[in-house]
């Protein structure tokens, strides 16, 4: 006797921030770029330009941050699981809060979901306060990021990062 496949979960649009201040930030950030594309039942859709930031609420050399439009079967649980596995693969450690790191993958956003559990909160509760979010995540998704929202970070200070940097 044969059964049937379950029929994959309709496809959700997320949205990724992808961050690095240890090591080759850079190289951390676009093998994490390469390992979202390997991602189980996800597609890497668009990939922002990698920015130059500096810390906020943390501290150690300047960051280099980039966003991620994927399409994915996963839930949104399944999908942070991924990420972290990802985060630890590049040689994530949490010493202690905003502590500097190699690598940093942050949900902020899952189709139009909102969660609130202790593991878990969408959209992400600090996206709106982070140029360093904002800027790639407008390059990737304009509709999604308003000129206001823009305006209020752009103190912040973000530079697009050259090869060279």
Known sequence: MTTAATPPRPEVVAYVALGANLGD???????????LKCLPGTRLVKASSVYRTAPIDSS????????????????????????????LAAGRERPFLNA??????????????TIESPHLTLPHPRMWARAFVLVPLAEVAPVLVSGA?????????????????
Not at 28 to 34: G, L, S
Not at 100 to 113: K, V
Not at 149 to 164: C, E, K, T
Request: no cysteine.
């Open 25 to 35: 930030a850079r190289l951390a950030v676009h093998d994490a770029f390469a390992a």
């Open 100 to 113: 500097p790191r190699t690598l940093d993958l942050d949900l902020l956003l899952y189709g139009s979901a």
């Open 60 to 87: 150690g050399p300047d960051y280099i941050n980039a966003v991620a439009e994927v399409a994915t079967h996963l839930t949104a649980p399944e999908l942070l699981l991924a990420l972290q596995g990802i985060e």
């Open 149 to 165: 929202a823009l305006a209020a970070v752009a103190a912040q200070g973000v530079l697009v990062s050259s090869a060279a940097d």
